[in-house]
T-cell receptor, first 109, second 115 residues
């Protein structure tokens, strides 16, 4: 059962614009949600997290929004930079961590 | 400081061979996790250690998979009689004790190819 879904396999945006990456989940018991960034041949790198009791968390150019009623979270990157080009994974924690399939972001100069 | 390291980075095994994958977590991290990542998919949980205790092995796909962390630091994931469906990237992650933040720190992974 896929409890965390990223329905967009890829996203392309222009440098300087906003990137919005989306994630849906099914289990209302998840207590934390996280975003990871992955470059080729490297492991995922932690970006930002949000507790299930909050609806927004911001860290520099990165903001994560959580909509519990819709079981949806999103990652906003503003402004997008070419170095942000990578695969982004959404993850949700209960006891173990469940990951989405990832969205490949390409930021064009 | 040093991050999570894994060795080997690449492993090619013939079907039926046994393999051992090593993970060196961040010093002082209590929790250690193993994940399997198939091509085009996100990491899937295999097993979890807190210090030397294996608290959850519900994600191990078969009894051919075995993990240990005898001294609470380095961990080894062993796969016996490898099959082609075992081909994947195996990721190790470590974190501080539960309750001190959910984030896990990943190693670069071991890409296993079974021929």
């Amino acid at each position: 059962d896929q409890q965390v879904k990223q329905n967009s396999p890829s996203l392309s945006v222009q440098e300087g614009r906003i990137s919005i990456l989306n994630c849906d989940y099914t289990n209302s018991m998840f207590d934390y949600f996280l975003w990871y960034k992955k470059y080729p041949a490297e492991g995922p790198t932690f970006l930002i997290s949000i507790s299930s009791i909050k609806d927004k968390n911001e860290d520099g150019r990165f903001t994560v929004f959580l909509n519990k009623s819709a079981k949806h979270l999103s990652l906003h990157i503003v402004p997008s930079q070419p170095g942000d080009s990578a695969v982004y994974f959404c993850a949700a924690r209960l006891n173990d961590m469940r990951f989405g399939a990832g969205t490949r972001l390409t930021v064009k100069p | 400081g040093a991050g999570v390291s894994q060795s080997p980075r690449y492993k090619v095994a013939k079907r039926g061979q046994d393999v051992a994958l090593r993970c060196d977590p961040i010093s002082g991290h209590v929790s250690l996790f193993w994940y399997q990542q198939a091509l085009g998919q996100g990491p899937e949980f295999l097993t979890y250690f807190q210090n030397e205790a294996q608290l959850d092995k519900s994600g191990l796909p078969s009894d051919r998979f075995f993990a240990e962390r005898p001294e609470g630091s380095v961990s080894t994931l062993k796969i016996q009689r490898t099959q082609q469906e075992d081909s994947a990237v195996y990721l190790c992650a470590s974190s501080l004790a539960r309750g001190r933040g959910p984030e896990q720190y990943f190693g670069p992974g071991t890409r296993l190819t079974v021929t």
